[in-house]
């Protein structure tokens, strides 16, 4: 059968080569916190099972530093053949291919890549946040990224909350958006809205900090029925308005106020 290397040969093919190398797997390290990734456990395990069944691994992008080879995409791959080894299989080299740009180029390929998981707002957050550290404009990221200047500033905004808010997110009690929004409305009193707002979900029965939740809408026909009460017992002289309830309103009122504020605290 006919390879890739006898094409290349025929010069009116047009193609061209863009070599991988099999290095030497204790020749290669992981910097730590270098991934914009966290490391997820079960990924690296079907790393490690690919590895051991012998199927076919994409090569990892590396940079060749003065400690050795620089894993800069692959994070999960590398410590698949890692997790390998320690159950007793042989792994003695990767496929690797040079990874050729800027630091910001790296950030951004590790972002859009399409061999790792998709990354969490958290951590697209802080890979925004590493390439706005190195003087990028937020429309200058987005064209980088492939995603929208308003896609940048929420997760930017997302990455300046609080780590107590962050947890939240990272946990699943919270989504990215109400975070932002918490953030954003209550500022430094963030944390303690969050932990109130988190009690009123356990309160609830729930495990996470839904819409509902942090922004209650009250019904809308029984505020109507609020207002048609209320305009019913009001009297505007155009200089003072003055709201007398007769007794027999009186119930009726009192009962949705005390609704509005249970589904609104």
Same mark, same amino acid.
Request: charged share 25%; with cysteine; glycine share 6%.
């Given at each position: 059968?006919?390879?890739?290397?006898?094409?290349?040969?025929?010069?009116?093919?047009?193609?061209?080569?863009?070599?991988?190398?099999?290095?030497?797997?204790?020749?290669?390290?992981?910097?730590?916190?270098?991934?914009?990734?966290?490391?997820?456990?079960?990924?690296?395990?079907?790393?490690?099972?690919?590895?051991?069944?012998?199927?076919?691994?994409?090569?990892?992008?590396?940079?060749?530093?003065?400690?050795?080879?620089?894993?800069?995409?692959?994070?999960?791959?590398?410590?698949? @053949? $890692?997790?390998?080894? =320690?159950? +007793?299989?042989?792994?003695? /080299? !990767?496929?690797?291919?040079?990874?050729?740009? *800027? %630091?910001?180029?790296?950030?951004?390929?590790?972002?859009?890549?399409?061999?790792?998981? @998709? $990354?969490?707002?958290? =951590?697209? +957050?802080?890979?925004?946040? /590493? !390439?706005?550290?190195?003087?990028?404009?937020? *429309? %200058?990221?987005?064209?980088?990224?492939?995603?929208?200047?308003?896609?940048?500033?929420?997760? $930017?905004?997302?990455? =300046?909350?609080?780590?107590?808010?962050?947890? !939240?997110?990272?946990?699943?009690?919270?989504?990215?958006?109400?975070?932002?929004?918490?953030?954003?409305?209550?500022?430094?009193?963030?944390?303690?809205?969050?932990?109130?707002?988190?009690?009123?979900?356990?309160?609830?029965?729930?495990?996470?900090?839904?819409?509902?939740?942090?922004?209650?809408?009250?019904?809308?026909?029984?505020?109507?029925?609020?207002?048609?009460?209320?305009?019913?017992?009001?009297?505007?002289?155009?200089?003072?308005?003055?709201?007398?309830?007769?007794?027999?309103?009186?119930?009726?009122?009192?009962?949705?106020?005390?609704?509005?504020?249970?589904?609104?605290?």
């Amino acid at each position: 059968m006919p390879s890739l290397g006898q094409l290349y040969n025929d010069k009116d093919a047009g193609l061209t080569t863009r070599k991988t190398y099999n290095v030497p797997l204790d020749k290669i390290y992981a910097e730590e916190g270098y991934n914009v990734r966290e490391l997820n456990r079960a990924h690296v395990e079907e790393f490690r099972d690919a590895f051991i069944a012998g199927e076919y691994i994409p090569p990892l992008a590396v940079e060749v530093t003065e400690r050795g080879v620089k894993v800069i995409d692959g994070h999960h791959r590398y410590h698949g @053949a $890692l997790a390998a080894i =320690e159950m +007793g299989h042989d792994i003695v /080299r !990767l496929e690797c291919k040079d990874f050729v740009g *800027s %630091e910001a180029d790296k950030i951004a390929f590790m972002v859009t890549s399409s061999q790792g998981l @998709a $990354l969490t707002p958290l =951590e697209r +957050g802080a890979a925004y946040h /590493r !390439l706005q550290n190195q003087g990028w404009s937020h *429309s %200058e990221i987005a064209a980088k990224v492939k995603r929208s200047e308003s896609d940048i500033l929420q997760h $930017l905004q997302l990455h =300046e909350c609080t780590p107590y808010i962050k947890k !939240l997110v990272r946990d699943g009690s919270m989504n990215y958006a109400i975070a932002i929004g918490i953030s954003r409305e209550h500022g430094v009193y963030a944390d303690r809205e969050a932990s109130r707002l988190m009690k009123k979900a356990e309160a609830a029965g729930k495990k996470k900090i839904t819409k509902s939740i942090a922004n209650p809408q009250f019904n809308a026909g029984k505020a109507r029925k609020f207002l048609e009460l209320i305009s019913s017992c009001a009297e505007d002289s155009g200089e003072a308005l003055t709201i007398e309830v007769p007794p027999a309103m009186q119930a009726e009122i009192i009962s949705i106020l005390r609704e509005f504020r249970h589904e609104t605290v």
